[in-house]
């Protein structure tokens, strides 16, 4: 039988008897919820998919801050350039 793993213990019963769609869409869906607070009734169950969820979770952390910090800089960078703008206009007058 091997170890238990999420394919077998899930809200919606044994994943292993269900569609391949389904189960992509189960994978996707997690996959998703990583990235985000939300909440997903799939679990690791055993170390192999605990070790799988941690360093998803960690690329996930390193691609939001990435986001954040790229957002972050072009802001400044539209701010600078706006305060440029309004000094030359003074500087006009």
Do not use: C
Not at 27 to 53: D, I, K
């Amino acid at each position: 039988r091997g170890e238990e793993s999420w394919l077998s213990h899930t809200i919606n019963g044994n994943m292993v008897e269900t569609t391949l769609a389904w189960r992509y869409t189960t994978a996707l869906h997690w996959s998703l919820t990583q990235f985000t607070p939300a909440s997903m009734e799939v679990s690791a169950r055993n170390v192999g998919e605990r070790v799988t969820s941690i360093i998803v979770l960690f690329l996930a952390l390193i691609a939001f801050s990435s986001i954040v910090g790229s957002i972050t800089s072009s802001m400044t960078a539209l701010r600078s350039m706006q305060g440029d703008t309004k000094k030359q206009f003074w500087l006009l007058r």
